[in-house]
Each structure stands twice: as structure tokens, then as C-alpha cells.
T-cell receptor
Framework: KAGVTQTPRYLIKTRGQQVTLSCSPISGHRSVSWYQQTPGQGLQFLFEYFSETQRNKGNFPGRFSGRQFSNSRSEMNVSTLELGDSALYLC??????????????FGPGTRLTVL | GESVGLHLPTLSVQEGDNSIINCAYSNSASDYFIWYKQESGKGPQFIIDIRSNMDKRQGQRVTVLLNKTVKHLSLQIAATQPGDSAVYFCAETGSGSARQLTFGSGTQLTVLP
């Protein structure tokens, strides 16, 4: 079974721009969660989508948003990029039966650099 | 939110020795814990998990121990191999209807030849 895939793998943007990242979950998984990983803050939860609805949200500003499609694929968007948004953005998928308590499997991440 | 912390940021072990990576968690209501391994340039890889109704769980060369009394989690790796070199994260999901994964800061495991 194919794992979680994320595109693109690397991205360079400038301050003020916006960016959209894509995630395809493992087949059969209905939950997709997004995380931001930085050296200073570690791995932080952004939000979770299940059946096209945001089910849970971390403590990030409204510039960070996401959506999920009917095939469970998900996108996250960051608007008005700031230098501090430079990070590895990770997507994880799970069955989603038990909120936050199903095993999550991670993709390779998208490395975003904001100049 | 509450945080999960790791005792040691780095750990070096000789190839073939056993490794023990520790983790302290603060949310006593957490009922699900996971260990992940992250190699350079890759996303976290699931290693093993344990639910709060268990004290110990074994996988292939790995064992997770949960001590709810002192809110402590550990990962034991038997016969450590060079391929085990990575950053190891513990994570807990809290409890309730709005659970989310909260990660520790990670431990860098280096296997020495």
C-alpha cells in the first residue's frame, strides 16, 4: 500500500506571498492532519480534517488554513508568508475512527523556505 | 496545552548494545502514546504505540514501557544497529473529544561502530 505523499517536496517563496501544499493520504484513510516542524518549536499540530471537515485545530493564526476533498486528499494554504513560516510541513493520515487516537502515518514533508 | 518532554537530547550507544530513550509526559489524562523515528530528510516513521491500559508492549527489537504513576514513557531498542541512528520522538494524544498529537522535543540517537 502506498504511503502518504506530499507535493511539492521543496518550495521557496518570498515574504507576503501565499503557498499551497498538497497531501495524499494512505488509501482508506479518511483523516489528514498537518504539522509544522521547526528547530525552535519542534513538531506542532496545525489542524486535522476528516470527511472534508476540520475536526480539530492547533494554535496557529488564521493565515494557516486547509481543506479536504471528497477523496480525502488535503491541501493547506499559508497566506501572507512571513520569514518565521520557514519550516518542514508534515502531513499525516489515519483511519480517523478515534479522534486523535488512531495511529498517524507521516509523509516526507514539504520544506518551505521564505526569503 | 500540556507538553511532552524528553530527558536527554542526545544519546550515543555502541552498535549491538541496547538503547533506552526516555520521555516524561504531563497530561495524566492521556491514554495513547506513540514513538516515532525521524531520519534526516524524512518524515516521522511510526515505531510502536501503547495505550494507557497497558504497561508494556513489544515489537520487533523495540519495547515501550509506560509508567502512569510517574508519567514516564520509555523506548528500548535491542541490539542497536547503525540504521537506528535517528531522532526519536514520543507523542501523546491527551484525552477528550479534541485530541491532538503533542510531541516531545526529540532525542538524537547515534550508534557508534
Amino acid at each position: 500500500k502506498a504511503g502518504v505523499t506530499q507535493t511539492p517536496r521543496y518550495l521557496i517563496k518570498t515574504r507576503g506571498q501565499q503557498v499551497t501544499l498538497s497531501c495524499s493520504p494512505i488509501s482508506g484513510h479518511r483523516s489528514v492532519s498537518w504539522y509544522q516542524q521547526t528547530p525552535g518549536q519542534g513538531l506542532q499540530f496545525l489542524f486535522e480534517y476528516f470527511s472534508e471537515t476540520q475536526r480539530n485545530k492547533g494554535n496557529f493564526p488564521g493565515r494557516f488554513s486547509g481543506r479536504q476533498f471528497s477523496n480525502s486528499r488535503s491541501e493547506m494554504n499559508v497566506s501572507t508568508l512571513e520569514l518565521g513560516d520557514s519550516a518542514l510541513y508534515l502531513c499525516a493520515s489515519s483511519l480517523g475512527v478515534r479522534v486523535g487516537a488512531d495511529t498517524q502515518y507521516f509523509g516526507p514533508g514539504t520544506r518551505l523556505t521564505v526569503l | 496545552g500540556e507538553s511532552v518532554g524528553l530527558h536527554l537530547p542526545t544519546l550515543s550507544v555502541q552498535e549491538g548494545d541496547n538503547s533506552i530513550i526516555n520521555c516524561a509526559y504531563s497530561n495524566s489524562a492521556s491514554d495513547y502514546f506513540i514513538w516515532y523515528k525521524q531520519e534526516s530528510g524524512k518524515g516521522p516513521q511510526f515505531i510502536i504505540d501503547i495505550r494507557s491500559n497497558m504497561d508494556k508492549r513489544q515489537g520487533q527489537r523495540v519495547t515501550v514501557l509506560l509508567n502512569k504513576t510517574v508519567k514516564h514513557l520509555s523506548l528500548q531498542i535491542a541490539a542497536t544497529q547503525p540504521g537506528d541512528s535517528a531522532v526519536y520522538f514520543c507523542a501523546e494524544t491527551g484525552s477528550g473529544s479534541a485530541r491532538q498529537l503533542t510531541f516531545g522535543s526529540g532525542t538524537q540517537l547515534t550508534v557508534l561502530p
